[in-house]
């Protein structure tokens, strides 16, 4: 071990941090009432420096993503990031802060079965909600078999918001995209089924797989997702079509990026808008096609909308608003697209962003809203020894007692560590408060809350400058926040949403 005089004791006031050096190691250094703690100074989703992030008592929350980790234990209290944050003995002598470095962090032993613990939790769905539930299964002390059926997702799961934008665009590699390495979970015995679940039979607690193997299980845990919706027009399976959901829908799309010279993308949503910044970066002529007045009109309204359509005006991107797409056009690949208006636009690539749908066809003997998402409880309870977790679950907000489906990553995570806690005997409620984030041509809007409407948008700052925090305003109530370029401030409000439910316009 070494030790390393890191700073004065006046240069930090209770409730301040900052980063420090002690040898090779960043070091956050937190001065709270009781005293100074030190823990890695980097979050462990993407390394982003905590210390501008927001400090809001024992918790510090990542200005990126809004990862949030104890400061005292370095536990992980809020995703995204899978791991927490290693903590450093800190000592106090003449006025001076002293952090010790162990010479190598010491590796926690790994929870895994019981002995004796026949008990059978299956996980369904290979994606974000099921990979964050079996380490959650794990961690709250679940002895028994977990059965982890992966079928019809990539293995091991991937980080799916970078599709869209670093992966797509050529910026980020291939090796950035899995949440962990394969031999992760081996070593805390969770068993992989590479195969595709054909029917749940919640009534019966049985999983029928695609070779026609029949699980009977104790305890499972619902996290399928969502698929993408496709558009029923001429056209669709044409060569040079493309959804986005998967790595290998990425992959698709990339490598035909690397040929194409024009592409549509029909949607203005965050995945159409991301896609046509990718492939807009990457030299391609994209034009954007949707029903809308301007992007993102019912998710932000239409000032931040026109922002973000100007944001892609300016690089190159061209709009046709107000339109949908009567038909896709081509002999076997295709090559145009035509417009209600009987516009025709070139295109050697289509991409549909329209949406999804949740998976759960497969499964009975469950409450289902209109849309097939899957009704749970507040402890993501949808029947007897069945939880629901991520795009298919349909749960109460906390905040109102509204029934709400958010289609967002950091919910699935979210909502996957709540059900694995559960599944494992605990009966914590959801009490997240739902974000996610876009980062298009350099800038990152962040977005907190929930409002399916507002009376009004309270804008405080520059929508011109990309520099401002909006307030979703209904009866008197602040429901949600969308802002860019004030990242403290906003995750300190997150913070405020968090305990409060409301913020005070």
Not at 57 to 67: F, G, K, T
Not at 78 to 96: C, Q, W
Not at 172 to 197: F, M, N, T, V
Request: glycine letters at 10%; proline letters at 5%.
């Amino acid at each position: 071990m070494a030790e390393f005089k890191v700073a004065r004791v006046d240069e930090l006031a209770p409730g301040q941090m900052k980063q420090v050096q002690a040898g090779m190691t960043a070091v956050l250094l937190v001065r709270l009432e009781d005293g100074f703690h030190a823990l890695g100074a980097l979050c462990s989703h993407y390394e982003a420096p905590l210390a501008a992030g927001a400090l809001c008592r024992d918790r510090v929350i990542c200005p990126w993503h809004h990862a949030t980790f104890d400061v005292r234990t370095g536990k992980l209290l809020e995703p995204p990031g899978l791991d927490g944050l290693p903590v450093y003995p800190v000592r106090v002598d003449d006025g001076e802060v002293w952090v010790t470095i162990p010479e190598q962090q010491e590796a926690q032993s790994p929870p895994d079965r019981r002995p004796g613990d026949n008990r059978i939790c299956a996980i369904v769905g290979g994606g974000c909600a099921g990979a964050y539930a079996v380490e959650s299964l794990r961690d709250h002390g679940f002895g028994g078999r977990i059965l982890w059926i992966t079928g019809g997702e990539e293995f091991p799961p991937v980080d799916r918001p970078v599709l869209s934008k670093g992966y797509l665009s050529g910026e980020a590699s291939e090796a950035w995209i899995p949440l962990r390495q394969p031999d992760y979970y081996p070593i805390r015995d969770i068993e992989i089924l590479e195969r595709k679940a054909v029917a749940l039979d919640a009534g019966q607690k049985a999983i029928t797989l695609d070779d026609g193997n029949v699980i009977e299980y104790d305890t499972a845990i619902l996290a399928t997702g969502a698929v993408a919706r496709a558009l029923p027009i001429p056209g669709v399976d044409l060569h040079g079509v493309h959804l986005l959901r998967t790595l290998g829908d990425a992959k698709d799309l990339r490598q035909a990026a690397e040929k194409g010279k024009t592409a549509v993308i029909i949607g203005a949503g965050f995945i159409g808008m991301e896609v046509a910044q990718s492939l807009n970066k990457r030299g391609l002529k994209v034009s954007v096609v949707a029903p809308e007045a301007v992007p993102f009109e019912r998710v932000l309204g239409a000032e931040i909308g026109a922002m973000m359509r100007d944001l892609h005006q300016a690089a190159g991107v061209e709009f046709y608003l107000g339109h949908t797409v009567q038909c896709l056009e081509g002999d076997q690949r295709v090559s145009q697209v035509r417009l209600d208006n009987d516009r025709t636009l070139e295109a050697d690539i289509v991409v549909i962003g329209v949406g999804v749908k949740p998976a759960t066809d497969f499964v009975s003997c469950v409450t289902k809203d209109p849309d097939g998402s899957i009704v749970v409880d507040q402890t993501l309870k949808a029947a007897d020894g069945l939880y629901a977790a991520g795009d298919l679950a349909s749960f109460p907000d906390w905040r109102t007692g509204e029934r709400i489906r958010v289609e967002h990553w950091r919910v699935a995570a979210q909502h996957g560590r709540l059900a694995g806690a559960n599944a494992a005997g605990d009966q914590q409620v959801y009490r997240g408060v739902p974000y996610f984030w876009t980062r298009q041509y350099g800038v990152t809007l962040h977005y907190f809350g929930h409002a399916r409407e507002w009376d009004e948008i309270r804008i405080d700052g520059d929508l011109r400058q990309k520099q401002f925090i909006a307030h979703f305003v209904k009866n008197g109530k602040v429901y949600a926040v969308a802002g860019m370029e004030r990242e403290r401030e906003l995750a300190k409000l997150e913070e405020e949403m968090y305990l409060s439910g409301f913020i005070q316009p």
